[in-house]
């Protein structure tokens, strides 16, 4: 199971950090990632971090502003989201995928991968 926290509301410009928890799963053992869904969107890539922890990717239009982190030994993973902007405004998921799921270097920015999802933090970013 996965639970995602520290959403909210903060005005633009502003930051914050997002966790997502894992119990009964070892999340050392999944790559995993956050996506985000805005009302009447398709849900979309926010970021990903290998199970190793060494290699994250970011989509473009957070590159920069959002860092992807995991601790291993608390079994979380973080998002830090810095210089919010209103588009940032959306519920946003963790995942998880099996470090060995086939194909994940070139489908990690697709939902397809993760076999795990959390239930969602609602975001608000106010202009």
């Known amino acids: 199971q996965l639970v995602e926290s520290g959403g909210g509301l903060v005005q633009a410009g502003g930051s914050l950090r997002l966790s997502c928890a894992a119990s009964g799963r070892t999340l050392s053992l999944n790559n995993m990632a956050w996506f985000r869904q805005a009302p009447g969107k398709e849900r979309e890539f926010v970021a990903a971090?290998?199970?190793?922890?060494?290699?994250?990717n970011y989509a473009d239009s957070v590159k920069g502003r959002f860092t992807i982190s995991r601790d291993n030994a608390k079994n979380t993973l973080l998002l830090q989201m810095d210089r919010l902007k209103p588009e940032d405004t959306a519920i946003y998921y963790c995942?998880?995928?099996?470090?060995?799921?086939?194909?994940?270097?070139?489908?990690?920015?697709?939902?397809?991968?993760?076999?795990?999802w959390g239930q969602g933090t609602q975001v608000t970013v106010s202009s």
């Open positions: 995942a998880a995928a099996p470090r060995l799921v086939p194909d994940y270097r070139s489908t990690y920015y697709t939902p397809r991968p993760y076999e795990y």
């Open positions: 971090i290998a199970w190793s922890g060494g290699v994250a």
